[in-house]
């Protein structure tokens, strides 16, 4: 069974930089959309990042609040996703998740269409 688990968070201050990996255990991530969400205290989970290989291109979304800042990427051996993260701002703190999909949908910025959830690492950017 497909389990996640996420790293790479931690205190930084504002404009610097981090990377979440999200590596997976009990099955690779080929033919699964991954998607990074975040939440903040008192805010609803907010849908930040998705990637998915679809035959020999891969697949990418990003949130309006990210674009241009943050890169979502996948290793060759299809078990690890990471976000990287730039010029963060105190807005982007909070917690961080990945997520999956059924196999072979494609990406999904929704929260409620992802089905395996990882237990979150915390970003927290000082300003």
């Known amino acids: 069974q497909l389990q996640l688990a996420e790293s790479g968070g931690g205190l930084v201050q504002s404009g610097e930089s981090l990377r979440l990996s999200c590596v997976a255990s009990?099955?690779?991530?080929?033919?699964?959309?991954v998607g990074w969400f975040r939440q903040a205290p008192g805010k609803e989970r907010e849908g930040i990042s998705c990637?998915?290989?679809?035959?020999?291109?891969?697949?990418?979304n990003n949130a309006d609040s990210v674009k241009g800042r943050f890169t979502v990427s996948r290793d060759n051996a299809k078990t690890t996703v990471y976000l990287q993260m730039n010029s963060l701002k105190p807005d982007d703190t909070g917690l961080y998740f990945c997520a999956t999909r059924s196999r072979g949908l494609p990406c999904s910025l929704n929260p409620d269409e992802h089905d395996t959830w990882g237990q979150g690492t915390q970003v927290t950017v000082s300003s």
């Open positions: 990637i998915r290989n679809f035959r020999n291109s891969v697949e990418t």
């Open positions: 009990g099955s690779t991530l080929l033919g699964y959309a």
